[in-house]
Nanobody, 115 residues
Framework: QVQLVESGGGLVQPGGSLRLSCAAS????????MGWYRQAPGKQRELVAT???????NYADSVKGRFTISRDNAKNTVYLQMNSLKPEDTAVYYC?????????WGKGTLVTVSS
């Protein structure tokens, strides 16, 4: 497994932007899929975005066109750029590493979108 540490969360006004980072404890370039998930109060954890080893990306419909996932293998870091944030984006955001069936999770970072 790999240790994942998220950062970059905070309070932002609707329409604002944040960039989340997920730092891994070891090399991630060979990992199959890296992703971001979120869990809002009283709701189940849901997929936000994923990026494969080859750079293919996938997004939840609710964030398409607003969020961008990227990975920097040299820094062992995955990012989530979030633009045009909405109150419904408020949640704890978790980083996930899928190493061919071996899953690791970070502890999460809270994003609050409110005026």
């Amino acid at each position: 497994q790999v240790q994942l540490v998220e950062s970059g969360g905070g309070l932002v006004q609707p329409g604002g932007s944040l960039r989340l980072s997920c730092a891994a404890s070891r090399i991630i370039f060979s990992f199959n899929v890296m992703g971001w998930y979120r869990q809002a109060p009283g709701k189940q954890r849901e997929l936000v975005a994923t990026i494969t080893r080859g750079g293919d990306t996938n997004y939840a419909d609710s964030v398409k066109g607003r969020f961008t996932i990227s990975r920097d293998n040299a820094k062992n870091t995955v990012y989530l750029q979030m633009n045009s944030l909405k109150p419904e984006d408020t949640a704890v955001y978790y980083c996930n590493a899928d190493n061919y069936g071996i899953n690791s999770w970070g502890k999460g970072t809270l994003v609050t979108v409110s005026s």
